[in-house]
């Protein structure tokens, strides 16, 4: 149907000779600058962007897993400039060490919860408003809507009616008495808890953001590497890490202590084909706090409650334990040294730094081979990831650290531009080599290294959130939502009573109308219709009429 001519938006009139060439175009109303903030504001609300934005956020989120962060393991992002040093620069230019702090995911984040409030809210009011609201009128053709039978019923049509309106309250519908000149009728109405569903699921997202928001600020992250035999103590100086929230306080860090007795690691040898693989890790230790010892494991995804924090395991490795003398046989280094494993079979590498005690600052670049092996090539590798055959070897370097400038190192890198190799690579003189319990000298007399024996270290996370408890609830009400907006269906019904021309009796119709997809809607007229039939104190008809092919919204 064409518009009226002097309809608002309809084009002007054309010329009679120019009619015959077409219809002229539309002119379309200017929006100014506040009909495009109404139309921003309308896209960025709608559910459409929600979804699109929460599945942005979540490949947004994926980078997180695919590079270490600075958040959770410092020392794999310290390795990772290691092993790529022109790379490294590149990914952290775009905060990839950061992710979820940076902010392209920041912006993401908050674009999605103005999103999810923007929907949440009108729609709130809408569906308030619903629930307050009658079921409609109904509509005067029902044979146009789903599942449509008739039946032939006898008696008092008041007491029939009354009866059809009783079996559907008690079918979970609310119900409406419509009366007109040719018929009267019950009009009913379900399924308003699959929108309180939607709805509490797009309110708990909100939650969750909210919460994990609020969490981040008052929490905190701090990871420590902790040998065999040492302890930790909760106290912002003890950690080699720590990224605390935006609202921290140091008063939040609850007084305790832990130690670690014992570090155990299973690695499979029955099956060839998984040959060395890590089985389990278990860290035994004992905690203290308020006076009171007790002993405890973390395991991997089993985290350790201590203190208000979770103490989670993040990786392990070992650390030789090394003792080095001067020339006069005084002690100037001895330390567990945790080596950092390259691979699969722990293969590590440590560096050792001696500032003092020695005529020249000492460095040293060392390999630990947990079961020392010999390739093709003559080089040394790992077989298998217990120490069964340890052997550690050391390069020296000696001359300027770099640590009298104040100027803050990696303990897990040597910078050697400035020094001066003695063993090893190009020098012509061997690597040090040291099995547990062995001696060697230094180059050119300055002493000796002793490996005294092999620990093991585990790195720990010692984590802090206030909030997740709320994040819990919040997560099982964004289940409970979406399950109740998948499953309970929305549904109108009408039972309609028309007096026969004859007088002999009644015809009732039943119909319905979904919102939405609804596959089990003539099963449930159909339904409604034999318990309607079935109340009856007189014997009713078989059904007339059936029409299970309509069900479409604008006929109703």
């Not at 934005?53 to 600075?70: D, E, F, K, Y």
Request: aromatic share 10%; net charge negative.
């Amino acid at each position: 149907m064409s518009r009226p001519s002097d309809h608002y938006d309809s084009p002007s009139p054309a010329p009679e000779s120019a009619r015959g060439g077409g219809s002229a175009s539309i002119t379309q109303p200017k929006l100014g600058v506040v009909g495009w903030l109404r139309w921003f504001w309308r896209q960025l609300s709608s559910m459409r962007t929600a979804l699109f934005l929460l599945l942005l956020l979540a490949l947004a989120a994926v980078p997180g897993s695919l590079v270490p962060q600075r958040s959770s393991d410092p020392n794999g992002v310290t390795q990772y400039f290691v092993d790529n040093p022109t790379l490294a620069p590149i990914l952290d230019s775009v905060q990839m060490f950061s992710v979820y702090s940076s902010v392209w995911f920041s912006s993401i984040y908050l674009l999605l919860f103005i999103s999810l409030v923007g929907c949440v809210i009108p729609r709130t009011k809408h569906h308030f408003d619903a629930l307050r609201s009658a079921p409609p009128k109904t509509p005067a053709r029902l044979e146009r809507l789903g599942g449509f039978i008739t039946r032939q019923a006898e008696g008092d049509s008041a007491a029939i009616l009354e009866s059809a309106r009783t079996v559907l309250k008690k079918s979970g519908y609310r119900v409406r008495l419509f009366q007109d000149a040719r018929s009267t009728s019950v009009s009913a109405e379900r399924g308003y808890a699959r929108e309180t569903g939607n709805l509490v699921f797009h309110t708990a997202l909100v939650g969750i953001l909210v919460t994990v928001g609020i969490g981040g600020g008052f929490g905190y992250a701090g990871q420590r590497v902790v040998v065999e035999g040492q302890t930790f103590v909760n106290t912002l100086l003890a950690f080699d890490s720590f990224n605390p929230g935006r609202f921290f306080s140091d008063d939040t860090l609850s007084p305790f202590t832990l130690r670690l007795d014992e570090f155990d690691a299973t690695y499979e040898t029955k099956n060839l084909n998984a040959f060395g693989q890590p089985i389990d890790y278990t860290a035994h230790v004992t905690t203290a706090e308020n006076g009171t010892e007790s002993d405890g494991e973390v395991k991997v995804n089993s985290p350790l409650k201590i203190g208000g924090s979770d103490v989670y395991l993040l990786g392990n490795g070992y650390a030789p334990t090394l003792t080095v003398k001067n020339a006069q046989g005084d002690v100037v280094f001895t330390d567990s040294v945790p080596f950092l494993p390259q691979d699969a079979n722990l293969t590590s590498l440590g560096v050792i730094k001696i500032t003092d005690g020695l005529p020249e600052q000492l460095g040293m670049i060392g390999f630990f081979y947990p079961t020392q092996d010999v390739g093709s090539n003559g080089a040394y590798f790992s077989s298998f990831p217990e120490a069964e055959y340890p052997v550690v070897t050391l390069n020296v370097y000696e001359g300027d650290l770099g640590l009298d400038k104040g100027v803050p190192t990696s303990v897990y890198s040597l910078a050697t531009d400035k020094m001066t190799q003695l063993t090893g690579g190009k020098t012509g003189v061997d690597s040090i080599e040291l099995k547990p319990g062995e001696t060697a000298q230094l180059p050119n007399g300055m002493g000796t290294v002793t490996l005294d024996g092999i620990k093991r270290f585990a790195s720990f996370d010692i984590h802090r959130d206030p909030t997740q408890a709320w994040v819990l609830v919040f997560a099982i009400l964004v289940l409970g939502g979406l399950l109740t907006s998948l499953f309970i269906p929305r549904r109108r019904v009408w039972v309609k009573l028309i007096e026969n021309a004859d007088g002999a009796g009644v015809t009732l119709e039943y119909a319905g109308l979904a919102r939405g997809d609804d596959p089990r809607l003539d099963d449930a007229v159909a339904e409604i219709a034999d318990k309607h039939i079935k109340s009856l104190p007189t014997p009713a008809g078989k059904p007339t009429t059936t029409n299970p092919g309509a069900n479409t919204p604008d006929d109703a």
